[in-house]
Every structure is written in structure tokens, then in C-alpha cells.
């Protein structure tokens, strides 16, 4: 039964909504090397979230929320290689931080 309440909350929950509740209760899971990666986390889904639903125009969302390239509404987000990859290297980043932090808890 308890499972069945989790799946059914989570299906409720966008990605940048359980990475708030992850952020919230275990900060140390966003930090590699020294630095909080959450920002960058929230970044990229909001630039994702911008091309699928604005064809790559940032909208005022974006803008208020991780803007972290102090882009402009009405501006472009461009995906360039060099952004890819390093989101793509971050993500990965993030990823086996989260498979240690888990290691640790349990």
C-alpha cells in the first residue's frame, strides 16, 4: 500500500520538483568537487522546458529562475556542443554522486 502512495505522489511530480525535495532534505548530494551543481540541474530542465514549449525563446520562467547566463526574455537558448557536453558531463557528474550518497544510506 505504501508503495502504491509513493508511485501515485510522484506521478503528480515534475523532475525540478523532486529535485527541490531531494535539495531540500539532502544538500550534499548536489555538491561534487566543492561546488552546489543544483543550479545548473535546474538550468538545464529549464532550457529544456523553454525548447520544447517556446522553440528555444526564453520565456519570463526562465528568466526568474536559474538563469545562471544572465539571459534576456525574448532571447535564444542556444544548445551548442560545448553546452551539451558539459551538461551531459555534469549530469553524469550528479548521477554518481547520487549512486555513492545512496551506498552511504543504506
Do not use: W
Not at 525548447?51 to 528568466?63: K, L, P, S
Not at 557536453?85 to 549530469?91: D, G, I, P, V, W
Amino acid at each position: 500500500f505504501k508503495a502504491v502512495q509513493i508511485e501515485a505522489s510522484l506521478n503528480k511530480c515534475y523532475v525540478k520538483d523532486l529535485l527541490n525535495i531531494l535539495h531540500s532534505k539532502f544538500t550534499g548530494v548536489f555538491t561534487i568537487s566543492g561546488n552546489d551543481v543544483y543550479p545548473a540541474l535546474r538550468e538545464m530542465i529549464g532550457r529544456r522546458n523553454v525548447h520544447i514549449h517556446h522553440n528555444g525563446v526564453a520565456d519570463q520562467m526562465y528568466v526568474d529562475s536559474f538563469n545562471i547566463f544572465g539571459v534576456g526574455q525574448g532571447d535564444y537558448l542556444e544548445i551548442s556542443k560545448e553546452y551539451f557536453a558539459k551538461q551531459e558531463e555534469r549530469f553524469a557528474d550528479y548521477t554518481a554522486q547520487c549512486n555513492l550518497f545512496l551506498r552511504e544510506e543504506t
